[in-house]
């Protein structure tokens, strides 16, 4: 074995194992043990040593179907990140300092996450999706003091005080330029050694309330923490691994990060500016990835293509994000032969559960609990159920597990109740050990791979002087799964009517992230129960139960119906 540190070795001891083990579900669920941890540094202690002399590819960002682009090696990625850690050092970063990095797929991106870590720093990637207003919550919610930025989104920082501005790209006045961390010294030393428990990243993630909270993750819990994510995949080294995650997104570093590195695959990105699925499926073949996990949205889309006739090389096909379609995975299998895999976890957690490699799939389950976790079902209560809450055994609390959310100590106390991490999502257990995922606890859906507050859209909706109160809940859709869709009472002195319905849709766009938008909108009366709060449960209720294809409800629109929009 290379001259790992100690934490290091048992590290890839584990690693080893479930990669030894990847096709026996049973051995690997009863015999893996996170490894005890007591300084670690996963640049350091792990990628660098993994990456010296290593000349077979890290990341692969291709910028066309066949495959032209970058492609860069271990031993290039540990030089690379060398520099821009020494780089950010001259800037001022120093241990514990927070990053929010806004990057699309380039190489940079991976350079600082990966100098970040041998910093001690704490990064808190950030979609390009966020408007000037998220980026300003953010940067004070999150006591910003450096941020990486492309330079295509410069201009959403503007007026923004006592953070310093680092510029991939062109950099105005007022910026440094990224650029120059590739002249810095490629011999990094750091300052001393990286306890395990020491903060790494910050995600926001939004709930049923409008305060974002910070999840908090360590040096153990996402690098080691994503041995169970690899598992699950069923990554090996050598394999070109294609995750369809946009940056930004607890998905993103699941996947295009730590998952495929630990066990030694390279990251595959190809990058386009609107989805192509015939593009898309070119791609898969002319670059010979062997390991791709899309989110249904994507599948959705692939299907509608001739998939039999694209002799792709993959191995193993997987979905996350919300239960995919049987019939989707029963087209994906008859043209390919093989089976798309689900698996659950949250940006709280790594994989918690799922269909692992060489195991039967049972259709609409989402698979067994994965190496690592010990999962109860509870009822309200917090007492054992065969349908309840996924809930995570605290007494056997697994590495992975965040530290807890770093703004909201109550938001903590409350998911780590009665010796339990509650996630807020409900499964039902089969015989066979299978679970079968049913629902979420509130009132957060999920619309792509996107998950959604109803609160928050509300609160957006609210501040367009005509409405007076506003509930949102998912549409069906048949791209993205559901779209958040409004019902609306509007203030005395307005009146429901096209003209209105436009204005709405547009102050939406001027408010709202791409991803965020309300796509649907009716005025109407709001089911309320006696004292006074909405019945969203109705509201759901209803747009479920809608045939597909009905037709329009008195007074409702939809953000298409608006060309001019666009």
Known sequence: MPDYTPSAQAFVAARDFLQRHRADYARAYSEFAWPRLDTFNWALDYFDVMARGNDRPALWIADDPAGAGVKLSFAQMAERSARVANFLRAQGVRRGDRILLMLPNRPELWDTMLAAIKLGAVIAP?????????????????????????AAELNKFEGLQGIKRIAVGAAPAGWIDFAAAYQASPAFTPDGPTPASDPLLLYFTSGTTSKPKLVEHTHQSYPVGHLS????????????????????????????????????????????????????????????????????????????????SYPVKLREVLGAGEPLNPEIIERVRAAWNLTIRDGYG????????????????????????????RIELVDGDDHPASEGEIALVLAQRPLALMNGYANHPEATAYVMR????????????????????????????????????????????????????????????????SVPKAFV??????????????????????????????????????????????????????????????????????????????
């Not at 269909?355 to 994965?370: E, F, H, I, K, T």
């Not at 257990?429 to 998950?451: C, E, I, M």
């Not at 309300?518 to 089911?527: I, K, M, N």
């Open 229 to 308: 994510t690899m598992y699950w995949i069923g990554l090996m080294p050598g394999d070109l691994h294609w995750n369809i995650s946009s940056p930004g997104w607890a998905k993103h570093a699941w996947s295009c990060l730590f998952a495929p590195w630990n066990a030694g695959a390279c990251v595959f990105i190809y990058n386009y500016a609107r989805f192509v699925a015939k593009d898309a499926l070119a791609a898969l073949v002319n670059c010979g990835v062997t390991t791709l996990c899309a989110p249904p949205t994507v599948w959705r889309m692939l299907v509608q293509e001739p998939l039999a």
């Open 346 to 373: 949250q940006t709280e957690t790594t994989c918690v559960i799922g269909n692992s490699p060489g195991q039967p799939v049972v259709p609409g389950s989402m698979g067994r609990p994965l190496p690592g976790y």
């Open 126 to 150: 950030a979609t390009t999706q966020l408007s000037p207003d998220d980026v300003r919550e953010r940067v004070e919610a999150g006591a910003m003091r450096f941020a990486v930025v492309d």
């Open 489 to 566: 009472i509007l203030r005395q002195g307005y009146t429901p009517s096209p003209e209105l319905a436009c204005e709405v849709f547009r102050f939406m766009r001027e408010k709202l992230a791409p991803y965020k938008r309300v796509r649907r909108l009716q005025f109407s009366d709001l089911p309320k129960t006696i004292s006074g709060k909405i019945r969203r449960v109705e509201l759901r209720r209803s747009e479920m139960e809608r045939p597909a294809g009905a037709q329009r409800q008195p007074g409702e629109y939809w953000e298409e119906d608006f060309p001019d929009l666009r």
């Open 418 to 481: 009665n010796g339990y991490y509650h996630t807020s999502d409900v499964a039902l257990r089969r015989d066979d050990g299978y679970l079968v995922y049913v629902g979420r606890t509130d009132d957060v859906f999920k619309s792509s791979d996107y998950r959604l507050s109803p609160f928050e859209l509300e609160s957006v909706l609210i501040e367009h002087e005509a409405i007076a109160e506003a509930a949102v809940v998912p549409s069906p859709d048949p791209v993205r799964l």
